[in-house]
C-alpha cells in the first residue's frame, strides 16, 4: 500500500521561506514522476514542480526561481525547498507519485498521478 505524508507547512510572511517534505512508503522502486501539487481558496489545483527518475526537474513558471524540487531515494523523502514566499503562494500543499513511465515535463500534470498524501497547509502574509 502506498502511502504519502507531507510535512512542514505553516504560517509565514512574504519573503520567508519554508521546507515542505514528503516520506513515501510501499512506493518502491521508484519509476518516474514524484510532484508536488497545490490548491488555494477558489482554486483548481495546479502543479508547482516535479521530478523525474532521471532527476529532471520541471516548475510552474510562478514558482521558477524561487522552489527547488529534490528527492533523497536512500531515505524515501521528497522536498519542495520554497523561498522569497509570496501571498499567493498561500494554499494547501499536495505531493504526488506517479505509476506511469512518462517523466520530464509530464511530472507537474495531475493526469499522471495515481497517489496522493492528504496535503499541508502553507500559509503566507503580508
Known amino acids: 500500500q502506498v502511502q504519502l505524508v507531507e510535512s512542514g507547512g505553516g504560517s509565514v510572511q512574504a519573503g520567508e521561506s519554508l521546507r515542505l517534505s514528503c516520506a513515501h512508503s510501499g512506493y518502491t522502486p521508484i519509476r518516474n514522476c514524484m510532484g508536488w501539487f497545490r490548491q488555494g481558496p477558489g482554486k483548481e489545483r495546479e502543479g508547482v514542480a516535479g521530478?523525474?527518475?532521471?532527476?529532471?526537474?520541471t516548475y510552474a513558471q510562478s514558482v521558477k526561481g524561487r522552489f527547488t524540487i529534490s528527492q533523497d531515494r536512500a531515505k524515501n523523502i521528497m522536498y519542495l525547498q520554497m523561498n522569497s514566499l509570496k501571498p499567493e503562494d498561500t494554499a494547501m500543499y499536495y505531493c504526488a507519485a506517479a505509476r506511469s513511465p512518462l517523466g520530464g515535463n509530464w511530472c507537474t500534470r495531475e493526469a499522471i498521478y495515481n497517489y496522493w498524501g492528504q496535503g499541508t497547509q502553507v500559509t503566507v502574509s503580508f
Open positions: 521530478i523525474d527518475s532521471d532527476k529532471w526537474t
